[in-house]
Structures are given as structure tokens and as C-alpha cells.
């Protein structure tokens, strides 16, 4: 299916991410010199943009403080070709914001001060619902690609609501942390999980060892489908009443880990709605992924 024809809605975390990075290795406590960012993220958000570079225009369904940031940040979200009609502003509560220490063997420490969603967040699931929005018309043509930054409860309420059975849920964890809300999905048809695999045991209760490990566990427990990475070792894509297709990323550089797991989800998904194969739609996310995080592309 020609990606002109999917309407592609990124329902999750929309944020300002600032990051500081040093060439130099990072031990507890380390002081050392280095550069500090500030720039548009969140999982929803970086999905959204690397599919819009792509030649989408998601729609983005989140909320962002009524505030000077939040209003800077939905201008710079339009101004990279994101579909920001539907944001939830709210009055209550600040625009969130995600903070990252990163050296050069990548993440050294991360903090999210991320509590938009689960505080106002079903805000979304109504304007989803909201017939005047038209969000749910031909859902044999809609992708909703989804972060675990909600509720448990708010992705309960999405993953069993009627009216969204028929669309293909895309589900991102947003962290370690959160990646047990997803159970909710175990047994929901129409369901692509992408995880890590420090992600994936963690939904198993078991230590896996490799991607191919936790894929299949992953089916096991009743996921249709499963994409599970693994850093720089073997990737793999597994699928109820398929073979698990398995692939191993080229080593590169590492020049910044942030959001790298988002731009491999990204590409999968533009591939797949273009009509690639698996085997390369697998491949071009693991290409963009190791671009991305050698410093090749923004």
C-alpha cells in the first residue's frame, strides 16, 4: 500500500529533549566538558519526524502545556511537517521535558519529566473518538503508532475500545520502566510491538539472550507481531505462522544513542506501508538506526 493512501497517527509523548554529550567516558560523578542540546522529542514526537522526512504528514495526538514552550514546541512540530490540528493543550500542567547525559559508548544517564500523558491523557482517546475529527473513517487505511508513556489503564482503554479494532496498532514502549503497561496487548489482533531486548525480557519474566530468543517468547505470549532489537547485535522480526527473520546491524561509530530506536521503528514502518518486503524493510530500519546513531543523519 502506497503510504499516499495510510493515514499514519502518532498518539503519544511530545517534548523538548536536552542532551549533553562528551567524546570523552563518563564515570559516576564525572565532570567533563562536552556540548549541550535542546531540540523537539519524545517518542511519538521522533517517530512523527523521521516519518515526515520520509515524505509523510503524521498526525500527532498529545499534550503540550499551555505555555511558552508548549506553543514554541507545536510551531517547530508544524514547521518540520507534522499534522498538529488535534494537540491537547492543557492549563494544568507544564510542557514536558526529557534530560540525557550521553559519552562516547553512548547513554550514561537519562530523566524524564514526562507526566503529561498520564495525567491528561485521555484526552486523546476522546479526540480520537470525537466523530467530528474524522480520525476513524476507512481504518483499514490508519495506523496508530502508540508510546507507553500512557496509563496502564488509558492503553487498556485503547487496546479492547470497539470502535479501534480494526486499525493496526503500532506500539512503542516508552522505557524499561513502562514497558509492562503493554501487556494489555497480549492477544489484541492488529498489533506490531517493536522493543529492545532488555524490553522484551522484561514482558516475558525472563532474562532473554538474544532478539531471536525474545521474539519468539514474545509470539508465545501473544503478540502477533514482534520486532526486537539489540543494539549493535542481531535484530529480528517475528510474526504469528511466520519464520523469524533475523539480521545483524554493520558496526559503526557511535556518535549519540537518543532516539535511535525511534528512527529504526520509523523506517520499518514507511517501508512496510510502501510495500517492502520484510527481509527489507528489516534492513533499511537497521541502515537508518546505524546512520543515525554514527552521526550520518539527523
Known amino acids: 500500500m502506497n503510504a499516499s493512501h495510510m493515514k499514519v497517527i502518532c498518539a503519544g509523548s511530545v517534548l523538548w529533549d536536552v542532551i549533553g554529550r562528551t567524546e570523552d567516558v563518563l564515570g559516576l560523578g564525572g565532570d567533563k566538558g562536552g556540548r549541550i542540546v535542546r531540540r523537539p522529542g519524545g517518542v511519538a514526537y521522533n517517530i512523527a519526524q523521521k516519518l515526515a522526512m520520509l515524505g509523510t504528514r503524521p498526525l500527532i495526538l498529545s499534550v503540550l502545556g499551555n505555555d511558552t514552550e508548549g506553543k514554541e514546541l507545536c510551531e517547530t512540530c508544524n514547521a518540520n511537517g507534522l499534522d498538529m490540528r488535534f494537540v491537547y493543550f492543557s492549563e494544568a500542567l507544564p510542557t514536558d521535558q526529557y534530560m540525557a547525559i550521553e559519552d562516547k559508548n553512548g547513554l550514561v544517564a537519562a530523566i524524564a519529566d514526562a507526566h503529561s500523558l498520564e495525567r491528561e491523557g485521555d484526552a486523546i482517546l476522546a479526540t480520537l473518538l470525537d466523530p467530528k475529527n474524522e480520525l476513524l473513517n476507512a481504518p483499514q487505511d490508519t495506523l496508530l503508532i502508540l508510546d507507553g508513556n500512557f496509563t496502564e489503564a488509558q492503553l487498556s482503554n485503547m487496546a479492547q475500545h470497539e ?136
Open 163 to 298: 470502535a479501534l479494532k480494526d486499525i493496526t496498532f503500532i506500539i512503542a514502549p516508552a522505557s524499561p520502566g513502562k514497558v509492562d503497561r503493554l501487556r494489555c496487548f497480549f492477544n489484541r489482533s492488529n498489533t506490531v510491538l517493536f522493543c529492545n531486548l532488555s524490553e522484551a525480557s522484561i514482558l516475558s519474566d525472563a532474562s532473554m539472550t538474544d532478539a531471536k530468543e525474545a521474539a519468539q517468547t514474545l509470539i508465545d505470549r501473544g503478540f502477533d507481531r514482534v520486532i526486537v532489537t539489540n543494539g549493535s547485535e542481531m535484530a529480528c522480526d517475528a510474526a504469528r505462522n511466520f519464520d523469524i527473520l533475523c539480521q545483524t546491524p554493520t558496526p559503526v561509530k557511535i556518535q549519540g544513542v537518543t532516539g535511535a530506536g525511534d528512527v529504526f521503528m520509523a523506517c520499518h514502518v514507511f517501508q512496510e506501508i510502501n510495500g517492502a518486503t520484510r527481509e527489507n524493510a528489516l534492513s533499511a530500519a537497521i541502515l537508518a538506526a546505524g546512520n543515525y546513531v554514527s552521526g550520518q543523519e539527523e
